[in-house]
């Protein structure tokens, strides 16, 4: 008996939807199309999966700690909006046309993160931990496209870093000779103004007041921030590396001197105006206040140099436009 074509591509129609799983609700029969697991799961997914599981165990603690510090300590709190940045950053610039994987180097590097990693955790040393996960994401980058990807994404990794809290051995060395600075600095403008001073150390004493520069009016974390926006600026606005470099280490001056220039308005407010300008809500406001002056002053910066740095290309291009 011979079958026509027709019904033989009905058949086969048939069976396939009978094959299918049915779903049936409010008496009507859905036919749904059989899921296949290796849709979802396939054996090149396996070592990306396994090592992400493994760099969330290796690091968990690291980076649990780096979350507390960005959300309650104030010199570290610029990690909040540098993290987010270098992953956008990142993700941005995307991956190289040219990218080829160095698994030899790329495994030494994720070999001497562990190592260091291990190593920071017996001596309970946080900094070197959480800088070891950046070492190992360097290394992972190095591994699958190779070192032109990871000098390619330079910035994330930059800003990455810089997330990371200074060591408190660190912050303590540098704010003591920052408040003295300050203070120093402060207490000169005010004899400008005829303003009776006594300086003794990080202590400014005023006719019926005593202002005192602790430390979280050294500058440090004006300094750490300023220098986080310079690494920023010098790769958004500038194209040479002595440019970029030159503009990062300007805007350590610009910190020092707000800073200074906040510890002489203080005493100025204090002596003229109010006592309220320096305590509470009013000395805050001074401080954010003045931060914003270093950002423009710091973004003037930029504007110069990249401005300065166009002109120069521009003549060298026409001068060797004139010499062919």
Known sequence: MEVDVTERESMAKLETASARPRVERGGLRLHLPPIRLSSLWSV?????????????ALFAEPFATLLRDWWSLPEAGHGLLLAPVAIWLAWKSGIRADASPNRALGVTVLVLAVFIRCAAGLAA??????????MALAGLTVYHYGVRQL???????????????????????????????????????LQLRNVPVQLSGNVIRLPGHEL??????SGLRSLTALLSVGVLMSAMFLRTSVARVGLVLVAIPIAIVVNGIRVFLTGFFVYYVSPAFGKGFMHLTEGWLLFLVSLAALGAVAWIAGWSEAAMLRRGHSQETRNA
Request: proline share 7%; hydrophobic share 60%; with cysteine.
């Open 151 to 189: 000098l390619h994404w330079w910035l994330p990794f930059a800003l990455a870093s810089l997330a990371i809290p200074l060591p408190e051995l660190v912050t303590q060395a540098l704010a003591l000779p920052l408040q003295f600075r300050a203070s120093r600095m402060g207490a000169a403008l």
């Open 125 to 134: 040393e946080l900094f070197t931990m959480r800088g070891s996960m950046v």
């Open 212 to 217: 005192f520069v602790t430390e979280a009016c």
């Open 44 to 56: 090149e997914r396996i070592p990306a999966v396994v090592t992400s599981i493994l760099f969330a």
